[in-house]
């Protein structure tokens, strides 16, 4: 083997036989998109129509030939939607799938779509329109949910349950002040989708490959027909970036997280122990070996539905932090990314919205819970100054030491008899017990935005009139 020719002989023994053919399947394999692409039909035809009317009105090609590329697309759009027609990876993705039908359809004609335009700007443009249309969506979703919680949190705005810091019981709370909470957060990323839907108003088509085009093209014209605010202003940004599929995961991956949280919490509740809340039938499971068990998999399913959003997230910011511009055949997988976060986060919504309007809520449980654990020694420390006029550090080491006494005679607060408390400082008067129940420590808690029965529902109204 001194010789080289003889070398590459050997070689081309190895594996030659298979690689003859082998590296074009292969890169039919990484290349195609069309399984998954498929999914932008509806956006690739309207964009395509657009396209065409645009090129026709600006007299860059015929009406007639126009008329024919419009009846073909709509032909195409039937196709699909009947399931008749066949994509086809040799055709790569959907952009291909769609034109070579044309052509099959309109003959000539159809070669003429592609003027002014390349598959760049012609995917942005697809991948924006579903994306603005799944955050439309995530919207309405949202605000389903609030609904919920505005539903539970009214009707059990006096209902009272422990507060907790580092899951220790810390001060009686009502369940209504819980639910609110809740409202809050999805509030502020329905919030967040709406600004995401107002940055991503913009028209990618007509950026062509990169650099714009020669050809006298309205991208004002197809940005109005599409629905868009406006054209992009830079032809280069336009088919570089996907900030847009990033902003929509970011999104999603705080809100997933915001379910995630709530998932935990009704996980936590509907356990014995707990036992704040009892499943719904149609939100829980049975184990296949022990009869006694009602399992709360809906909420812990979209608990993990948080990881696969999160990845999701990670995995298309990672694609593009290291992209030249403009355009890299990398961006080809912003795709399933964000295909599969959607569909995540939309299922985690529906499955949290029925949990939250269906799970019955065990108010006896949350009370006994709710006075326990000396939830009320705030409120007695709040006492010793307002009416004793002690300075807020001292009335704590005095409470310290009423907690201590309850605890060595493992009794509640309120059971102490005056004598005792009394021994501990000799300001405290039979009054110190109107503060000492969960009725009265919420009902006082009257600050703007705090626990009060009354204040919640100020906050529930307010919220009423923004959803
Ligand atoms: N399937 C491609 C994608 O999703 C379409 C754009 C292809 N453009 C190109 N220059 N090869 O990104």
């Not at 810091?165 to 999805?186: D, I, K, R």
């Not at 000396?374 to 307002?386: E, N, P, Q």
């Not at 550090?393 to 005056?418: F, I, N, Q, Y």
Request: with cysteine.
């Amino acid at each position: 083997m001194a010789d080289g020719t003889s070398e590459t002989k050997s070689s081309n023994q190895m594996w030659g036989g298979r690689f003859a053919s082998g590296p074009d399947a292969i890169m039919e394999e990484i290349n195609a998109s069309i399984g998954f692409d498929k999914k932008l039909y509806a956006q690739d035809i309207r964009g395509s129509k657009a396209h065409a009317e645009m090129l026709a009105h600006q007299g860059i090609i015929s009406a007639d030939d126009k008329d024919k590329i419009v009846h073909g697309l709509d032909t195409i759009l039937s196709e699909i939607e009947s399931g008749a027609f066949e994509f086809s990876r040799k055709l790569e993705d959907i952009h291909m799938n769609v034109e070579a039908r044309l052509a099959t359809l309109i003959g000539p004609a159809a070669g003429r779509l592609h003027t002014a335009r390349s598959r760049n700007d012609q995917v942005a443009l697809d991948f924006r329109l579903w994306v603005k249309e799944e955050l439309q969506k995530t919207e309405k979703a949202l605000t389903g949910l609030i609904a919920a919680f505005l539903d539970r949190a009214e009707e059990h705005a006096e209902t009272v349950m422990p507060g907790f810091t580092h899951l220790q019981t810390a001060q009686p709370v009502t369940f209504g002040h819980h639910c609110m909470a809740y409202v809050e957060m999805f509030g502020r990323d329905r919030q967040r989708v709406r600004h995401a839907i107002e940055h991503l108003d913009e028209s990618p088509i007509g950026a062509a490959a990169l650099a714009g085009t020669g050809y006298p093209i309205d991208r004002h014209m197809t940005a109005k027909t599409l629905g868009f605010r406006e054209p992009t202003r830079n032809s280069i940004d336009t088919v570089s970036d996907r900030d847009f599929a990033l902003e929509f995961l970011s999104i999603a991956a705080i809100a997933a997280t915001h379910l995630s949280r709530l998932a935990e919490e009704i996980v936590i509740w509907s356990t014995p122990q707990f036992g704040f809340i009892r499943l719904s039938d149609a939100f829980s499971t049975g184990s296949s070996i022990m009869p006694q068990k009602k399992n709360p998999d809906a909420a812990e399913l979209v608990r993990a539905k948080t990881g696969r959003i999160n990845g999701s997230l990670i995995a298309l910011l990672t694609v593009m932090k290291g992209l030249p511009l403009a355009y890299s055949k990398d961006m080809q997988e912003d795709k399933e990314q964000v295909f599969d976060a959607a569909e995540s986060l939309e299922l985690a919504i529906a499955a949290m919205t029925g949990m939250v309007r269906d799970m019955a809520i065990r108010t006896d449980r949350m009370k006994a819970a709710a006075g326990s654990g000396y939830s009320t020694a705030t409120d007695l420390a709040d006492w010793l100054v307002r009416e004793a006029g002690l300075p807020f550090r001292d009335a704590h080491h005095v409470t310290g030491r009423v907690v201590a006494l309850a605890e060595s005679k493992g009794c509640d607060l309120a059971e102490l008899p005056l004598a005792e408390l009394q021994t501990i400082h000799a300001a405290i008067n039979d009054d110190v017990y109107t503060v000492l129940t969960v009725e009265a420590s919420v009902a006082s808690r009257k600050s703007y935005g705090g626990t009060a029965p009354s204040e919640v529902r100020k906050q529930i109204a307010w919220w009423r009139q923004r959803n």
